[in-house]
């Protein structure tokens, strides 16, 4: 039987951050929304602490850019819109507080779904449009933290 050797297996989400990570200060989003709030939240639950200061902080994760929109990009055979793409879009880069060093160089995160959109169900279309951006918001964030992570193990 084959065993996974090095890293241990963690299932999506809950491995630990590397310790150079430890005190974060995100720049550019307010943790307490939307995407801001995502990605404080995946932040601390793999191990990191979220501080309100630079100061205070090891390395700052500097958001910039950020675009959440829609866009129709199918239309029926009477002019009504039959789907939309939900987007999540911006830049984003980590530098030590104490030297400076960028630790991550600026990388982008462009993400979207197809949301198929119907006139009749309104109400539900609205809901459906709320949990895909949800979705877009926490996969981002995931990809941001895959990111740090990996630049850790390869600079080892």
Same mark, same amino acid.
């Given at each position: !039987?084959?065993?996974? +050797?090095?890293?241990? $297996?963690?299932?999506?989400?809950? *491995?630990? !951050?590397?310790?150079?990570?430890?005190?974060?200060?995100? @720049?550019?989003?307010?943790?307490?929304?939307? $995407?801001?709030? =995502?990605?404080?939240? +995946?932040? @601390?639950?793999?191990? *990191?602490?979220?501080?309100?200061?630079?100061?205070? +902080?090891?390395?700052?994760?500097? &958001?910039?850019?950020?675009?959440?929109?829609?866009?129709?990009?199918?239309?029926?055979?009477?002019?009504?819109?039959?789907?939309?793409? =939900?987007?999540?879009? $911006?830049?984003?880069?980590? @530098?030590?507080?104490?030297?400076?060093? =960028?630790?991550?160089?600026? *990388?982008?995160?462009? !993400?979207?779904? &197809?949301? %198929?959109?119907?006139?009749? $169900?309104?109400?539900?279309?609205?809901?459906?449009?709320?949990?895909?951006?949800?979705?877009?918001?926490?996969?981002? %964030?995931? @990809? =941001?933290?895959?990111?740090?992570? *990996?630049?850790?193990?390869?600079?080892?």
């Amino acid at each position: !039987m084959v065993g996974c +050797a090095g890293e241990s $297996f963690h299932l999506r989400g809950t *491995s630990v !951050m590397p310790k150079s990570y430890n005190v974060i200060y995100l @720049q550019g989003v307010d943790p307490s929304l939307d $995407f801001g709030r =995502i990605l404080s939240d +995946a932040l @601390q639950r793999s191990g *990191s602490r979220v501080v309100a200061q630079r100061k205070d +902080a090891d390395v700052v994760l500097n &958001i910039r850019g950020l675009s959440e929109s829609k866009r129709v990009v199918g239309y029926g055979s009477n002019r009504e819109v039959k789907e939309y793409l =939900i987007y999540i879009r $911006f830049k984003y880069s980590v @530098q030590s507080v104490t030297t400076g060093d =960028i630790l991550l160089s600026s *990388s982008e995160v462009n !993400m979207d779904k &197809i949301q %198929a959109y119907d006139s009749t $169900f309104v109400l539900g279309k609205v809901e459906e449009e709320g949990l895909l951006r949800e979705r877009l918001r926490e996969d981002a %964030a995931r @990809q =941001i933290l895959l990111r740090m992570r *990996s630049a850790v193990q390869t600079k080892k």
